[in-house]
């Protein structure tokens, strides 16, 4: 009987590259019941059932493959795995996006279907044109506030240009340009002190915060959840 971790680790990565996501979801699991710190495994468990999930009427799928990134999050943080824990990140936005339009859909479709009986009660409404039209009003509003159309791409400009992810501490270096502070100056330290994108040599301890980029990210944050990976270290 085979007991190692690795190999159904190393088996469940290999299955998803074959499109076989229920086999990689089940050996993913048990390579987890092995090692409860075996962040790859989480990792790969979370993209089989996001793979599984997408096509499911409900987000049940996709919510455990959130919390299975969120766990993963925590082990590759804990251990100071900073590649990985960016990774991850990103993973756990796509799944985060792919949730929020989800429900969004599944409202929207719930609320449509019901216009028709909702408009029907209204109408039986007679001799109370007051009640009528506020109650009109009101579930015009619902169906409208639940159709608005959220981003489905985060804007280029508050993309870092080294990492493509969103940036929440924007830097402006000597050249102009705006990178996340962090990821900038381990640029720095890994490679001299150039511009990534430019070339051109500057002063690596010039690095001026970005408040408008700063400002504009929050903006979009608040507008789409789905973008926001703070809640994935609640």
């Known amino acids: ?21 229920r086999q990689g979801l089940e050996d993913a699991n048990i390579a987890i019941e092995l090692d409860s710190n075996n962040v790859k495994a989480y990792i790969t468990s979370a993209q089989c059932l996001c793979e599984i999930g997408k096509g499911d009427p409900d987000t049940a799928k996709l ?6 990134l969120k766990k993963a999050l925590a082990l590759s943080v804990k251990a100071k795995m900073d590649s990985l824990t960016q990774e991850i990140e990103v993973m756990a936005r796509k799944i985060s996006k792919i949730i929020w339009f989800k429900e969004k859909e599944i409202q929207q479709t719930r609320l449509l279907s019901s216009e028709k009986y909702a ?11 007051r009640l009528r039209e506020m109650l009109e009003k009101e579930f015009r509003d619902l169906v409208r506030d639940s159709t608005k159309k959220e981003a489905s791409e985060i804007p280029d400009y508050l993309l870092c240009k080294i990492t493509f992810d969103l940036m929440e501490r924007p830097a402006i270096n000597q050249s102009g340009v705006t990178y996340e502070r962090e990821i900038l100056a381990k640029h720095y330290g890994a490679n001299g002190e ?6 051109e040599k500057v002063d690596g301890n010039v690095m001026i915060p970005n408040y408008s980029i700063k400002a ?10 789905w973008a926001n990976t703070c809640l994935l270290y609640t």
Do not use: W
């Open 216 to 225: 504009a990210t929050n903006d979009f944050l608040e507008r789409n959840a």
């Open 119 to 129: 408009k029907g009660v209204i109408h039986r409404l007679e001799g109370d044109d």
């Open 1 to 21: 009987m085979i007991t190692s971790q690795f190999y159904f680790s190393n088996r469940a990565k290999c299955y998803k590259m074959i499109y076989a996501f």
């Open 194 to 199: 150039f511009d990534p994108i430019t070339r």
């Open 63 to 68: 919510n455990t493959a959130r919390n299975r």
